[in-house]
Nanobody, 117 residues
Framework: QVQLVESGGGLGEPGGSLKISCVAS????????MGWYRQAPGKQRDLVAT???????NYADSLKGRFTISRDNAKNTVYLQMTSLKPDDTAVYYC???????????WGQGTQVTVSS
């Protein structure tokens, strides 16, 4: 069992920056993926970015260069640095953890990010 606790969400301004964090606890596999997905009102949940234990990253093409994912393996923590915020970034952001053997996904509760002036 893995628990995910998110922090750092809230209100951001257009053109500004916001950094959110997610701490995983429980039975953490040596090799795993952690990442962020987001869901805007009336839309599906979409990939933001993922990062493997070894640092390999995967970004949604539309966000590459504006959002940066990173992790601290010693703290079992993943971060998402969001810059040049746009109103369309407004969504519930969900932290994700995935192990491969066995293949199991865990989700955080979601944290609201609102971009508005």
């Amino acid at each position: 069992q893995v628990q995910l606790v998110e922090s750092g969400g809230g209100l951001g301004e257009p053109g500004g920056s916001l950094k959110i964090s997610c701490v995983a606890s429980g039975s953490i596999a040596r090799i795993n993926y952690m990442g962020w997905y987001r869901q805007a009102p009336g839309k599906q949940r979409d990939l933001v970015a993922t990062i493997r234990t070894d640092g390999t990253t995967n970004y949604a093409d539309s966000l590459k260069g504006r959002f940066t994912i990173s992790r601290d393996n010693a703290k079992n923590t993943v971060y998402l640095q969001m810059t040049s915020l746009k109103p369309d970034d407004t969504a519930v952001y969900y932290c994700n953890y995935r192990s491969l053997w066995p293949d199991i996904n865990y989700w955080g509760q979601g944290t609201q990010v609102t971009v508005s002036s």
